[in-house]
C-alpha cells in the first residue's frame, strides 16, 4: 500500500512532466523554430509524456488495488 502523500506526489510529478512536455513543444510551434530543431523538441516531448504515461498507469494500479 503506497501511503496517501506519496500518492498525491506521484500525481504532482506526473503533472509536471506533461507541463514539462508543453513547454518544450508547445501545441502551437513558433514559427522560429527550425524543422530540425522542432523533430528534437518534439522527440524530447514525446520522452516527457511516455513518462507521464507510465506514472499515471502506476496511480491507476495502485488505486484499484
Do not use: C
Not at 20 to 36: F, L, V
Amino acid at each position: 500500500m503506497l501511503p496517501a502523500d506519496a500518492y498525491h506526489g506521484l500525481q504532482a510529478f506526473r503533472d509536471e512532466l506533461i507541463g514539462i512536455a508543453q513547454t518544450i513543444d508547445p501545441a502551437t510551434p513558433s514559427p522560429e523554430i527550425r524543422k530540425p530543431e522542432q523533430s528534437r523538441r518534439r522527440a524530447l516531448a514525446r520522452v516527457f509524456r511516455l513518462w507521464a504515461e507510465q506514472v499515471h498507469g502506476n496511480l491507476q494500479a495502485i488505486r484499484s488495488d
